[in-house]
């Protein structure tokens, strides 16, 4: 028996990738996009007032781990959100077995799938403290934090597995780098005041859920002003791009252009509208896709090490973290 379980042990060691062939790829691009789909399903829980659909964490209820039919439809949101979290486990452990056999050659996929598949219990502990501080605006926002920074990372994975890891820093213009560093701290800054404006406004996530008190009205217009600021840092940085800049920052600056356009556009529509439900599900999950963007942009300022070593150049600085 201890054969065959050996033999099995090796055969499936062997099965395991050694390179970032077609099941990295696919794993990391799910890695990506299920961070981005539990911000919209964790936006449906709080737009549909089902926050407290299950009162009690980690149980659904106090007799049940599952929702029951008595909950009602507040009661299947939520437990359907608690569901998808273990779809992210899943999706972690198998990222970190496609890339243990490269952690040598590899160590920064290995840390980004490590980071990766610690996030996820980390939010749903805090996701449980939500719950049970009767939804706490500024804990329902640092849970979209931490939302927003484990879609960073699987999109680095993203990249990484895509380019290999980082090498020399592109040659740019000297401006191009400070721009897109400010660009990216702007967006960060954004993202944070429409976080402090969501928790001030109507959508509490249950009826009797507190709001932070804050004046919404004039945190709508605070929330603006680094969304601009950083709207003009995305045109500077496609300006330069599209004269100087490698394939990818090109690509990566026009998606940035692209989603903040649209990610305006929707902001204004929502303030104007009163705050539709459809709406602000939608910001927060363009907020999202922002951060990622955002990411692409910073990591496309390097080269893949491996390109620089097939031309020959010297590394000016090599680097291999995410």
């Known amino acids: 028996m201890r054969a065959v379980n050996r033999l099995w042990r090796s055969r499936v060691w062997q099965?395991?990738?050694?390179?970032?062939?077609?099941?990295?790829?696919?794993?990391?691009?799910?890695?990506?996009?299920?961070?981005?789909?539990?911000?919209?399903?964790?936006?449906?829980?709080?737009?549909t007032g089902s926050g407290l659909g299950c009162p009690t964490w980690p149980r659904c209820t106090v007799d049940s781990f599952v929702a029951t039919p008595e909950m009602g439809i507040h009661g299947l949101v939520e437990f359907g959100n608690r569901l998808l979290t273990f779809v992210l486990v899943i999706i972690a452990i198998v990222a970190f077995t496609f890339v243990v056999r490269m952690r040598r050659e590899r160590p920064e996929l290995l840390r980004l799938s490590v980071a990766l598949g610690l996030g996820i219990p980390a939010q749903a502990i805090i996701g449980g403290i939500t719950v049970l501080t009767n939804l706490n605006p500024w804990i329902v926002g640092f849970h979209f934090i931490v939302s927003a920074v484990l879609v960073a990372l699987a999109t680095a994975f993203v990249v990484r597995v895509y380019r290999g890891p980082a090498g020399a820093l592109e040659p740019l213009p000297r401006a191009v780098r400070p721009l897109a560093i400010a660009t990216a701290v702007i967006v960060w800054i954004t993202v944070l005041v429409g976080i402090v404006v969501t928790g001030s406004g109507p959508h509490a996530g249950d009826g009797g859920a507190a709001r932070n008190g804050l004046d919404s009205e004039f945190w709508q217009h605070v929330h603006s002003w680094p969304a601009y600021a950083s709207f003009a840092g995305s045109i500077l940085l496609l300006l330069f791009a599209v004269r100087t800049g490698p394939d990818l920052l090109r690509t990566a600056s026009l998606a940035l252009v692209a989603v903040e356009l649209i990610q305006i556009a929707v902001g204004l529509a929502q303030a104007r509208l009163g705050l539709p439900v459809v709406l602000v599900g939608v910001h927060m999950v363009l907020a999202c896709v922002l951060v990622a963007v955002m990411t692409l942009v910073l990591l496309s300022l390097r080269a893949p090490r491996a390109a620089i070593a097939a031309e020959g150049a010297p590394a000016v600085r090599d680097e291999v973290t995410a």
Not at 18 to 33: E, K, N, P, Q
């Open 15 to 47: 099965w395991l990738p050694t390179t970032t062939d077609r099941r990295v790829r696919f794993i990391a691009w799910a890695s990506l996009v299920s961070q981005t789909l539990i911000v919209g399903t964790g936006g449906a829980v709080r737009l």
